[in-house]
């Protein structure tokens, strides 16, 4: 919120200031304070966790991490998401949408971030779910030289930046439209959901990033 005001304004308010104003307009933030806690099912193939909890990357495309995550339409009908996260400027560089928690929904989100970035061959982390651990997927790890990396089970802090941006997009996008009017078709949850990922990615400035937004480092980077 600092970084947003100041930007803004062209300010350079301090971050105590801004927390005093938010606190007389009864502003407050809605981002999650708590992370569930959820047990990995291994499967056919695994591998070690070698990111080690290692979450700073000195470079693009060296450190990836993937998961699934799963929303609900107003008819009761769930919606997944598969998103890949650059761990260098925490940046969403793939994500796709399905109706089924399926491996094509995982093996067309690491094909669209091979495709956005020519070349790379980075590290990436993920859990221990059916999709991760199949044939298929390290099929497509070994054909770009790729290293895998796995949590260990039970322990879903070992893929902490990835839970973290799942619930930022929960929070502060699809909790506040869900408890107001909710999403009543699938096109209409994934274009929102759209928004909120270019706002996140080109707008959203943050702390670790020294008040950049994730694709300004990876401009300056480039």
């Known amino acids: 919120m600092r970084h947003l005001v100041n930007r803004h304004l062209n300010t350079a308010y301090s971050r105590n200031r801004i927390l005093r104003i938010m606190r007389l307009m009864g502003i407050q933030s809605v981002t999650r304070k708590k992370k569930m806690v959820r047990t990995m099912k291994s499967g056919d193939f695994t591998a070690k966790n070698g990111l080690g909890r290692q979450f700073i990357s000195e470079f693009k495309n060296e450190k990836w991490l993937t998961d699934v995550t799963e929303f609900k339409l107003k008819t009761g009908r769930r919606v997944f998401m598969c998103a890949i996260l650059d761990l260098f400027d925490n940046s969403i560089v793939a994500y796709r949408f399905g109706l089924s928690n399926n491996n094509r929904l995982v093996f067309d989100t690491l094909k669209a971030a091979l ?108």
Do not use: W
Request: hydrophobic letters at 30%.
């Open 115 to 222: 495709a956005a970035n020519p070349g790379a061959s980075p590290m990436i982390h993920s859990d221990r779910g059916f999709q991760f651990t199949s044939y298929g997927f390290r099929k497509i790890l070994k054909a770009h030289g790729m290293t895998q990396s796995m949590s260990r089970v039970g322990k879903c802090i070992d893929n902490g930046p990835m839970e973290s941006f799942f619930g930022k997009l929960k929070s502060e996008r699809y909790n506040l439209v869900r408890k107001d009017t909710g999403y009543g078709t699938y096109q209409q949850l994934i274009d929102d959901l759209d928004v909120y990922i270019h706002f996140y990615n080109h707008e959203r400035p943050q702390e670790v990033l020294y008040g950049l937004t994730p694709v300004e480092l990876r401009k300056i980077a480039a």
